[in-house]
């Protein structure tokens, strides 16, 4: 069984910087590309990034581009977030996802939230 688990998350100040990171565990899996969205509280789930393995690109929405990066390691399964110069309209839980044969996978969240 695929299970996804994030860390990283935490309360900082507006401008400050956060790295979420994202590790696959569980039976052996092609994993086609691993990504982020987030759910701000009383709104839907939003995409935020991902990367593809099969394509070698990655892609950041406009919102947030400027701010963030993301990065991975196909070998490890892994993704990473580079937040930086974080504002409060930020403050969501941040869901990593796993695209395997037949099925996305999603993680449990973290928290980040961001103080003015």
């Known amino acids: 069984q695929v299970q996804l688990v994030e860390s990283g998350g935490g309360l900082v100040k507006a401008g400050g910087s956060l790295r979420l990171s994202c590790a696959a565990s569980?039976?052996?899996?092609?994993?086609?590309?691993m990504g982020w969205f987030r759910q701000a509280p009383g709104k839907g789930r939003e995409f935020v990034a991902d990367i593809s393995w099969t394509t070698n690109t990655t892609h950041v929405t406009d919102t947030v581009k400027d701010r963030f990066t993301i990065s991975g390691d196909n070998a490890k399964s892994s993704v990473d977030l580079q937040m930086n110069n974080l504002k409060p309209e930020d403050t969501a839980v941040y869901y990593c996802?796993?695209?395997?044969?037949?099925?996305?996978?999603w993680g449990q969240g973290t928290q980040v939230s961001v103080s003015s």
């Open positions: 569980g039976a052996t899996f092609q994993t086609y590309g």
């Open positions: 996802n796993a695209d395997i044969p037949g099925r996305r996978v």
